[in-house]
């Protein structure tokens, strides 16, 4: 399908935003991928947490809207320190391959009634060039390979597959640095 590369700006999610984004994961596919609707909830502060060998430092959230105003996408993620590999081994957690930071690993869907449309790049890329996160030199989504049009979705946007085989939760990393 044609389409002219698409418009989306971005606004901070809060509880107000809830209704729009919440019915968009009971679609069965959007569920399998992420979760069911008490996923896209906000969540609380977690900077100076420790996740996966990461110290987390802020997270950013936000609804997309398209020039309509009509919301199309949902995407967020947390800022971390720095990026590493992280795993389970036989010998408990195993954190490899660190980089220097700050590096932001989200998340995101797209309305399923705007699949196919450009929306989903749209979005990646203006949560890339969102001023809030121009301090970060690595965007990271974890994808598992199954899900094939998220997979599309990310290399379209500049996000490349960091291996070829998924970790040990069967997911692939799709990785920009800037």
């Known amino acids: 399908m044609w389409f002219t590369r698409r418009v989306v700006v971005l ?12 019915p968009w994961f009971h679609h069965p596919e959007v569920n399998r991928w992420l ?18 060998g990461l110290r987390v430092l802020r997270s950013h ?9 009509t919301a199309v996408g949902y995407i967020g993620g947390e800022v971390y320190d720095r990026w590493c590999r992280y795993s389970e081994g036989p010998d408990g957690p195993v954190v490899d391959k660190i980089e220097p930071g700050p590096a932001m ?5 797209v309305d399923p009634r705007r699949w196919r449309q450009g ?14 996160v121009a301090d970060v030199v690595l965007f990271a989504a974890g994808i598992e390979p199954g899900n094939v049009a998220s997979v599309r979705c990310a ?24």
């Not at 901070?12 to 919440?22: A, E, K, W």
Request: charged residues 25%; negative net charge.
């Open 105 to 109: 690993g989200f998340a995101y869907v």
């Open 35 to 52: 979760g069911g609707p008490s996923w896209p909830v906000p969540r609380a502060d977690h900077s100076d947490e420790l996740f996966r």
């Open 61 to 69: 959230t936000w609804v997309a809207f398209d020039r309509d105003g």
């Open 11 to 22: 606004r901070p999610f809060d509880t107000s935003l809830l209704s729009l984004v919440q």
């Open 119 to 132: 929306f989903g790049v749209a979005i990646l890329r203006a949560c890339m060039d969102a001023p809030e």
């Open 155 to 178: 290399i379209a946007a500049g996000l490349l597959p960091e291996s070829a085989s998924p970790d040990w939760e069967d997911m692939i990393y799709h990785v920009r640095r800037r």
